[in-house]
């Protein structure tokens, strides 16, 4: 695969871990209602992005970086507002 064709994958797929937040965070937003979030499912996945983004630093691979640590600011906006929302 090039190097083009693996980066226009790489970037659409970060695009998507990053934008796949935004609708849960817009209706908890305008209901003030996070009851249906799963506290766990969140916990586990802003878990999972630090350790990405962990990962990303501890290997120098920039893109590694920049994706999780976009993900893990809207995982965890979501996650805060289950606990605002209560």
Do not use: H
Not at 35 to 42: A, E
Request: charged share 10%; aromatic share 10%.
């Amino acid at each position: 695969m090039s190097d083009l064709a693996a980066n226009v994958v790489g970037t659409a797929a970060a695009l998507c871990s990053i934008i796949s937040f935004a609708p849960q965070m817009i209706k908890i937003w305008k209901e003030r209602d996070a009851s249906s979030v799963s506290l766990k499912t969140y916990s586990l996945t802003v878990t999972c992005f630090v350790l990405w983004t962990a990962y990303g630093v501890l290997t120098t691979a920039w893109p590694i970086i920049g994706a999780n640590a976009c993900a893990l600011v809207m995982a965890s906006g979501v996650l805060a507002m289950k606990w605002r929302f209560r």
